[in-house]
């Protein structure tokens, strides 16, 4: 077996039989899932992973420990080389996406999104160009896609650890179905409102007069501070005040993230400098102009959950329609379906809905993580949400 079939077999999809979500701590939510409630209920989406997590101990550069790894989003699957009607939006730019110039000149998006870490884009990117030739794309260009958020508290990032051969293994993973979500893919080392984050999706049915329409959302969510942090409307900053991000030995010179049993250090260190990468998908008829005014709701989402867009944050947002297959055809006039603007609005409060179930639920599957030097990152703690909710009259059966 070659490297890239055995990085393609370690990166398979691996969902827990019964993996928590954010409906099992009880969390309301507004509208109607899909089937899955993930990005891939949008039919022909698949999303594939490639996670790395390797060594322990002080931080090597160049050796570790490694917390990171590459998703990948692909609109119409590994099969199909067919362009879609995308556009894209920041909330804040500090953070990176590339290939937009070109999704927002030409109102088209040929090929995946890939998502890893601030100091791997260059590797992915050549990475997604060479996939694309070796699948024999009939380009004499290819301008990838490719978004990150900063995984530098938990992971060596600047030891390179992603390789060519770990982003066509997370291309290869792709598969439509149920998405891992958490500490998976490029979300492996995210730390979201100051706790464990990484990647979350989730997905709407919306009803339209013109017909009945799926959105779905994945992030990769790294953002926030813990006093910003709202859970179905409730202000969780002070009932979620535990356990702190802190390091299990002796901190690193300079850091204000305090040792483990010791009080918390400098406020600043909850200072919002992460990001949030959102991808939106749907199959509803939407032009690029359309789509451009759906990916900006994503930030909507992002202020339920008590985000602010943050000075050195980087949120990103991509969106899609599946629908209007061969529109970038080069033969002939090209035939379209629109749906009505003033038909939208389902789709906007479905991608609001799903942008903020996304989020939480990569904070629910997320668990503990220690990282480089030590660096401990507690998982949302699933009993104190649920008591938080009970508290404030807000709790739903769960599980």
Known sequence: MNLLALLALLAAPVVAQNPTRARDLGIPFDGSTGPLNAITDVTGVEVGHTTIIRGDGPLVVGQGPVR??????????RSSQDDVFAAWFTLNGNGEMTGTTWVEESGFLGGPVMITNTHSVGMVHAAAVEYAVRRGRAFAWSLPVVAETWDGPLNDINGFHVTREHAFAALEAARGGPVAEGNVGG???MICHGFKGGIGTASRQVRTPAGNYTVGVLVQCNYGTRNQLRIAGISAGADLAEPRICFRGTPPAGSRTPACGTPPGDPEVESDHGSIIIVVATDAPLLAHQLKRVVKRAALGIGRMGGIGGNSSGDIFIAFSTANQAA???EGLRTVSMLPNDHINPLFEGTIQAAEEAILNAMVAARDM???NGLYVPGLPHDRV???????GRATSGR
């Open 68 to 77: 990171t790894g590459v998703t990948a989003v692909l609109p119409r699957g």
């Open 370 to 372: 220690v990282g480089a």
């Open 328 to 330: 970038s055809g080069t």
């Open 187 to 189: 979300g492996t080392g």
């Open 386 to 392: 649920r008591d938080l909710l009970r508290k404030y």
